[in-house]
């Protein structure tokens, strides 16, 4: 099937947050107002950027190494891996995962993160990594602390992580946060309260023993899917 007459399924936006709402105040500044405007399809259905595996470095999917400067990065380890599908439920290969996070502190390397917590010197927070033939993407990293932000009294994120996944076409890009399980704050969070309920449990990884490393680091488990029925929730 060529590039122009690829039928992508509509997206379930029942899936998703709503694009303004009431609890994450900073959506009602940035959330749109007007009409969407339609993309035509044949523009939809062009083919994504290609990423060779020239572009991605060794150290590119290992948090815990492509930073250092003189030690190892503090925090718990953690392995995140997990497969790339369509909305048919079919692998997404050779495809781009970006990831970045808060550091174990529960803050970010960035200018505008003011936290009151210590920077890593030894971790930046960002990766990224091409998916194989089965559409599976890894990560090594560490896992990252809660941290407040300012949304209402007394208000933390839950620990969490963000992907950026760009599969085969431009309308099948994806940003959205992954979560862990048995997080107290997930039921304090605006952000993840937002999403509807039945779709929440898309949001958070399955930690795994078998992806677990004995004596080094825990493993989870977070397939991302771009489309579709089950299709994971974007984030706002």
């Not at 939809?44 to 400067?69: F, K």
């Not at 950026?164 to 039921?187: E, H, I, K, N, W």
């Not at 990884?205 to 977070?222: C, H, I, K, N, Q």
Request: charged share 20%.
């Amino acid at each position: 099937m060529s590039e122009t007459t690829t039928v992508l399924r509509p997206r379930d936006w029942d899936s998703h947050p709503k694009l303004i709402d009431s609890g994450y105040k900073s959506t009602a500044l940035r959330g749109p107002k007007q009409l969407l405007v339609p993309v035509k399809q044949n523009l939809a259905n062009l083919r994504s950027p290609v990423y060779g595996h020239g572009i991605i470095g060794e150290l590119d999917g290992d948090l815990t190494r492509n930073a250092v400067r003189n030690g190892e990065p503090l925090g718990e380890r953690m392995i995140v891996t997990g497969r790339v599908l369509d909305e048919g439920g079919r692998p997404v290969p050779n495809t781009l995962v970006e990831l970045w996070q808060a550091n174990a502190c529960g803050r970010y390397v960035h200018k505008v993160d003011q936290h009151d917590a210590p920077l890593d010197a030894n971790f930046l927070g960002a990766g990224r990594a091409l998916t194989d033939a089965q559409g599976r993407y890894k990560f090594l990293t560490i896992k990252p602390g809660a941290y407040p932000w300012r949304n209402h009294h007394n208000a933390w994120r839950p620990q969490h992580l963000h992907f950026s996944v760009f599969g085969q076409y431009f309308a099948t890009r994806l940003v959205t946060q992954m979560y862990f399980p048995g997080d107290p704050l997930l039921a304090y969070d605006p952000i993840f309260q937002a999403t509807p309920a039945h779709a929440r449990d898309r949001l958070i990884a399955r930690f795994s023993m078998d992806v677990t490393e004995p004596e080094y680091a825990l493993g989870y488990e977070f397939d991302i899917v771009l489309r579709g029925a089950d299709q994971t929730p974007m984030e706002f």
